[in-house]
């Protein structure tokens, strides 16, 4: 009698457990490339393991990388034995750490999705992306969800940018004489067109958006210079002192903002975060 009854129990507790397939459990992802990692999160997905933890939460900050997720070490060179210890079931890289995949796919499957390439990066490439990293992680209404909040608050932030905000000159310095100035295939142009902002830099830029220069090369164009931090040690001080800066400032007609750090090569994640603190910025300059 004792047997049957518990037999009944266990028989009970089968059926009133919610019964959830494997195509409804997430998939267990590692990923060496920050932009997927902040697409996954973003999505819903918590990789198994993530490259250079640390860093992309200083970088990129938001989405931030759980603490359940195990530190792969380098982008450049992962520690494959721990990566084997997590058994994932997909490896997600971009085309720059292509060379990996040799190593990484006895470990796992190897998907390897593109976005920062010569004249492709757009608002719909960021969509396009987004979707692809969907289908591959069965997770494609959250990808449309995504995309739609991503657009709504957009258009929330552009009835909120002053009416007056000239073109943006967006830099990050890589010394105190040299930057990255962003411009056409740049997640940031993208962010500022998406919210009616126009870029000041018409210059080339490469499949990531941007071109190194000297500060000199800024002198002369017309919009406000945006620096985008982090900043290397020591630069704010020296551009504090430095008359060549303070009247490339001056001759714009404009003060500098500075914004907090943003993945340069984000996605729809990063696009708005940026456009969000971008608004912020200006509507504080503008009181």
Do not use: C
């Not at 992309?56 to 900050?61: G, H, L, R, S």
């Not at 997600?92 to 390897?112: D, E, H, K």
């Not at 719909?124 to 449309?144: F, G, P, S, V, W």
């Amino acid at each position: 009698m004792k047997n049957t009854f518990s037999y009944l129990l266990i028989v009970f507790a089968t059926l009133t457990t919610p019964f959830v397939s494997a195509q409804e459990q997430d998939m267990k992802v590692a990923v060496i490339d920050w932009t997927q990692i902040e697409t996954l999160l973003a999505l819903g997905i918590q990789p198994i393991g993530a490259a250079q933890v640390a860093d992309y939460n200083a970088w990129v900050k938001s989405p931030t990388i759980p603490a359940i997720t195990a530190d792969l070490g380098l982008r450049t060179q992962p520690n494959l034995e721990r990566l084997s210890e997590l058994k994932p079931e997909r490896i997600f890289i971009s085309p720059m750490f292509q060379s990996l995949a040799p190593q990484l796919s006895r470990i796992a499957p190897v998907t390897s999705i593109a976005l920062y390439k010569k004249d492709n990066v757009s608002w719909q490439a960021l969509k396009t992306y987004t979707r692809t990293i969907a289908k591959d992680t069965n997770k494609e209404d959250a990808a449309e969800a995504l995309i739609q909040s991503a657009q709504n608050k957009l258009a929330e932030l552009t009835t909120q940018v002053p009416a007056n905000a000239a073109p943006l000159l967006m830099v990050q310095f890589m010394d105190a004489r040299h930057v990255r100035v962003f411009g056409n295939n740049s997640m940031y142009k993208i962010a500022a067109n998406q919210i009616g902002l126009k870029n000041a830099w018409q210059g080339d830029t490469n499949s990531w958006g941007f071109s190194l220069v000297g500060i000199d090369k800024l002198l002369g164009i017309k919009g406000q210079i945006v620096v985008i931090e982090p900043l290397p040690a020591g630069v704010m001080t020296n551009l504090q002192q430095d008359a060549f800066w303070q009247y490339l400032v001056t001759q714009t007609g404009h003060p500098m903002l500075t914004i907090a750090p943003v993945w340069s090569f984000g996605a729809i994640p990063s696009t708005v975060r940026f456009a969000t603190l971008l608004t912020a910025a200006l509507n504080k300059e503008a009181k």
